[in-house]
C-alpha cells in the first residue's frame, strides 16, 4: 500500500514531516510518496523556485525509510491536478495496488470542488489527518461523497485499489510555511520548525538574496 502526499513545500516543516510520519505508521505503508507540485490550482503558487524545493524535500527526508520523492508534477507545463497525477501512477502501478491519497481538513473539506472527485475516488483511497467526524458537513456535495465509503479499518484500505475515506488521527504541530518564509525574510532563525538539511538551504538562499 502506497501513500500519496501532494503539496507545495514551500518549504517543507517539521509539521508535514510528523503528520506524514504518523500515517506512515498507523498504516503500515510499503512506501510514502511526497510529490512537490508544479503548477497550483487551489491555493497561491509557490514561491521557491523548483530545483529549491526539490532540494528541501529530499534533504529533509533523506535517511527516513520508505519515504521517497516523486518529481511527476514538477515537469509539467499545466497545472497539477490530483486525477492525472493518480492516472500517472495507475499507468506505472498497476490498477491493483491500494493508493492513499493524504490531505489536511481543510483540503478535505473543499474535495467535492476538485477535478472529477468520483473518479480520485475510484482510483485512491482518501486519508484525511484529523479526528473522525471532525466538524464534516450533515448536507451537500461532500456528504453524498462520503456516504457508503467512511471506514475505521486499515484492512479495508488494503482490501482495495480505492474507494474508501478513512480519518487518521495525527500529531499536530502548529507550523506553517508562510510562517517559515515571513522568519526567513525578518533575519530570524527558523531553527527547530525545519529539519536541520533543510535549514541550512533556507539560510544559504536568505544570504544571498
Known amino acids: 500500500m502506497i501513500g500519496i502526499f501532494g503539496g507545495t ?98 483540503a478535505f473539506l473543499g474535495f467535492a470542488d476538485w477535478r472529477q472527485p468520483e473518479k480520485i475516488l475510484q482510483l485512491a483511497h482518501l486519508v484525511v489527518m484529523d479526528r473522525p467526524g471532525h466538524g464534516l458537513p450533515e448536507a451537500g456535495a461532500l456528504h453524498d461523497l462520503m456516504q457508503g465509503r467512511v471506514t475505521r479499518e486499515v484492512s479495508d484500505l488494503r482490501g482495495a485499489p480505492g474507494g474508501y475515506i478513512l480519518f487518521q488521527p495525527v500529531t499536530r504541530l502548529d507550523i506553517s510555511s508562510s510562517d517559515i518564509r515571513a522568519r526567513l525574510a525578518q533575519g530570524r532563525s527558523v531553527r527547530w520548525l525545519v529539519p536541520e538539511t533543510v535549514r541550512v538551504i533556507l539560510q544559504a538562499g536568505s544570504a544571498a538574496a
Open 9 to 106: 513545500f514551500d518549504p517543507i516543516h517539521n509539521g508535514h514531516l510528523r503528520t506524514a510520519l504518523d500515517v506512515y505508521e498507523a498504516l503500515a505503508l510499503d512506501e510514502l510518496r511526497f510529490i512537490p507540485l508544479g503548477r497550483a490550482v487551489h491555493r497561491d503558487q509557490p514561491q521557491t523556485p523548483a530545483a529549491t524545493r526539490l532540494a528541501m524535500l529530499q534533504a529533509a527526508i533523506g535517511g527516513q525509510a520508505g519515504f521517497t520523492v516523486d518529481e511527476r508534477e514538477l515537469n509539467l507545463s499545466r497545472p497539477s491536478y490530483s486525477v492525472h497525477t493518480l492516472q500517472s501512477l495507475r499507468a506505472e502501478l498497476g490498477n491493483e495496488v491500494p493508493l492513499c491519497l493524504l490531505m489536511g481538513r481543510d
